[in-house]
Every structure is written in structure tokens, then in C-alpha cells.
């Protein structure tokens, strides 16, 4: 009930194409999904994140879809560039402290 | 400060010996959370802390782990009689009023058991 799973583990995506994650769960009180990015070496930073009352969220070239009927969400990276190259993680959490995270997503970008 | 700190980015350490790792979280962050990441694999919750309730150790993979936290700043993560198992990277994060959305982390402490 706890878990958030996130396909693909990895991906390899032509520069200027859209890069597409995954995550689903189960727990219906999950009420915030962020997306996070890290790159080697550092920790992972907040990239975008929704909440259960949209469908979408945009900012700049990074979407969230979220499908609540399906209890899934997405991230989609629109003309990606090898910059984006890193790893991403889903995650859910209810109002309280705890973040459940999916188990990442390296996404290679080919110039 | 400006950001989550933590020290040191890097430890190489002997099987059996006891280490100490810091964080400094983000001034006026209430929560402050500990994770360990293996070499590509996701993160693994190890223990919370918020203000001055009783931690959350619920993460913790043995009794040779321990946290301590003072008040709302530093803490420390302590590895005790270190196995190679351990080896991994140390990532602390704040959030302020242990609000999920308000997430920082630190870059980490790469932790190498030899």
C-alpha cells in the first residue's frame, strides 16, 4: 500500500525527443507527487511536483500528467537535451513527513 | 546557510571501525531525515527527526546505526564496527515543520568500507 512503482529502472532518449517516467501507488491518501532529479555526486533536488486536484502541472520542458482514476503519474520531458541526463525519482506522500520514493529512473540523453 | 551541508563528501574506512557522518540542514527547517543510496539503487529511509519528538528509527538496518540530533541543528549519523555492507552513500535532507513538500538535501557522504 506504502510502495510507488517507477518504470522504466532506465531509458535512452535521442536528444530533442520526449523522455517519458512513470510511477504508480496505491495509497488513495497520497495527496503530494513530486518529482526529483539527481545528478552524479550531488542529492536529489526538487524538479516539479502536483497535486491529486490537476491533471497536469508544466514547467518550462518538464510535465506531470496525473491519471488519479489510475493511480498513476508521469513525468514527460519535452525536446530533450543531453543536460537532462541524470536520474529521476517519483515520489507520493499524505500530509505527513514521510515521502515513499519509486526507485529511480537514469535517463541517458544521445547527442 | 543557504543549503543543506554536510561533511565529510567523502570517508574511506577500515572493516570493523567506527564512523561519524554530519549534517547541517537548513536554518529553520524543524525536520531533518537521514537516507542511505546504494551505488544505483534508490533511497532507503533511515530515521527522522522533528523538533523535539521522539525520532522516527524506524529505518535503521541494525543496532550499529544510531542518530542523534540537538534541538533543531546538526546531527550526526553514527555507523559502529563498520562492515563492508555499509558502504554507500549518505544523504541527509530538511524540510521545514517536516512538511513532505518542503524537501532539501545535502550532496551526500560517500562512505567506502575497505
Known amino acids: 500500500q506504502q510502495q510507488v512503482k517507477q518504470s522504466p529502472q532506465s531509458l535512452i532518449v535521442q536528444k530533442g525527443g520526449i523522455s517519458i517516467i512513470n510511477c504508480a501507488y496505491e495509497?488513495?491518501?497520497?495527496?503530494?507527487f513530486p518529482w526529483y532529479q539527481q545528478f552524479p555526486g550531488k542529492g536529489p533536488a526538487l524538479l516539479i511536483a502536483i497535486r491529486p486536484d490537476v491533471s497536469e502541472k508544466k514547467e518550462g520542458r518538464f510535465t506531470i500528467s496525473f491519471n488519479k482514476s489510475a493511480k498513476q503519474f508521469s513525468l514527460h520531458i519535452m525536446d530533450s537535451q543531453p543536460g537532462d541526463s541524470a536520474t529521476y525519482f517519483c515520489a507520493a506522500s499524505t500530509s505527513n513527513y514521510q515521502l515513499i520514493w519509486g526507485a529511480g529512473t537514469k535517463l541517458i540523453i544521445k547527442p | 546557510g543557504a543549503g543543506v551541508s554536510q561533511s565529510p563528501s567523502n570517508k574511506v574506512t577500515e572493516k570493523g571501525k567506527d564512523v561519524e557522518l554530519r549534517c547541517d540542514p537548513i536554518s529553520g527547517h524543524t525536520a531533518l531525515y537521514w537516507y542511505r543510496q546504494r551505488l544505483g539503487q534508490g533511497l532507503e529511509f533511515l530515521i527522522y527527526?522533528?523538533?523535539?519528538?521522539?525520532?522516527?528509527k524506524s529505518g535503521l538496518p541494525s543496532d550499529r546505526f544510531s542518530a542523534e540530533r540537538t534541538g533543531e541543528s546538526v546531527s550526526t549519523l553514527t555507523i559502529q564496527r563498520t562492515q563492508q555492507e555499509d558502504s554507500a552513500v549518505y544523504l541527509c535532507?530538511?524540510?521545514?515543520?517536516?512538511?513532505?513538500?518542503?524537501?532539501?538535501f545535502g550532496s551526500g557522504t560517500r562512505l567506502t568500507v575497505v
Open positions: 495509497n488513495t491518501a497520497f495527496d503530494y
Open positions: 527527526f522533528q523538533g523535539n519528538s521522539a525520532p522516527d
Open positions: 535532507a530538511s524540510s521545514p515543520q517536516g512538511q513532505a513538500y518542503g524537501y532539501t
